[in-house]
């Protein structure tokens, strides 16, 4: 199969398990806003296997966050968080650190685009914790569950 189609495909295919994920977290009301775990951050893991999950992430967000009724700035700054934590994830190589850069990355962005696009009035520091505290139950228990789902079967090479 030619290389560019595979990795299309892959990216593609990434994109749309993110999006059908956050809708599954939009059901219970935690796609958006202050507080919020979405499952499809779970997915971050995947470029430490797959460097198309890069793209796949990034542009699954971006569609996700339209698709969610999201403001632009967030589809755009939001979209950029993930694509900055899935970039980083694909250059650890320690898979205990897999979880940091998307939950650091979504813990600094984030809270700005909630206080200063949708007017949130909590503090930036209850944001910034109620944020990063949904990525860590997202990205450090959820990733690292599909991490070891993932290893066990030997489903992607390393």
Do not use: H
């Not at 495909?9 to 956050?22: E, M, R």
């Not at 569609?63 to 700035?73: F, K, P, Q, R, V």
């Not at 206080?115 to 450090?140: H, K």
């Amino acid at each position: 199969m030619n290389k560019r189609i595979s990795y299309l495909t892959k990216a593609a295919v990434i994109a749309a398990i993110y999006v059908v994920l956050t809708f599954v977290s939009a059901i219970f009301g935690l796609s958006n806003g202050v507080i919020q775990v979405r499952i499809s951050e779970a997915l971050t893991v995947l470029p430490y296997f797959l460097p198309e999950a890069t793209a796949g992430l990034f542009i699954g967000c971006i569609i996700a966050n339209t698709l969610t009724g999201c403001a632009l700035w967030d589809v755009i700054f939001g979209s950029i968080a993930t694509l900055i934590g899935a970039w980083c994830t694909s250059k650890l190589k320690n898979r205990w650190l897999l979880p940091l850069p998307p939950v650091i990355s979504n813990a600094i962005i984030v809270p700005f685009v909630l206080q200063y696009v949708y007017g949130a009035t909590e503090s930036w520091l209850f944001i910034t914790a109620t944020v990063a505290a949904g990525e860590i139950i997202s990205c450090g228990i959820l990733g690292q569950i599909l991490y070891s789902l993932i290893d066990k079967n030997k489903i992607f090479k390393r």
